[in-house]
């Protein structure tokens, strides 16, 4: 099993992510989650694993900030994954999910290096 990226095709942060793992060999698939958007049940697990949807979405986004004030407001699962699966903009990019499925959100070549076992080079 490979570790699988989730972010959007044309963002810079998850081109970098993506570079970085094909630099140290890691094998991995990426998911444009725009073209395939995540089942509700996928974005509950990944929300409940980081700690709660506000790790999840990104609420510093255009996206968050041209959003109705009562859209903002969501309170239950349901209300999350429509939201979410409506604008796949407002998740954090990019994902990743390990082979233990373990999740995190955002790159950073420390944070990659750590989780990945010291990426040499």
Request: some cysteine; charged content about 30%.
């Given at each position: ?10 963002c ?35 929300a ?41 903009t ?32």
């Amino acid at each position: 099993m490979t570790t699988t990226l989730y972010g959007l095709d044309n963002c810079d942060t998850c081109r970098k992510a993506r570079n970085w793992l094909k630099r140290f060999d890691i094998p991995h698939t990426f998911v444009d989650y725009r073209a395939e958007r995540p089942a509700p049940d996928l974005l509950k697990t990944w929300a409940h694993q980081l700690g709660g949807w506000e790790k999840l979405v990104n609420r510093s986004s255009p996206t968050w900030r041209n959003l109705p004030e009562a859209r903002k407001a969501a309170a239950s699962d349901p209300e999350w994954t429509l939201l979410i699966r409506e604008h796949p903009t407002l998740v954090r990019r990019p994902v990743t999910v390990t082979a233990d499925g373990a999740v995190s959100v955002g790159f950073s070549d420390k944070a990659y290096k750590e989780r990945f076992g010291g990426g040499k080079g």
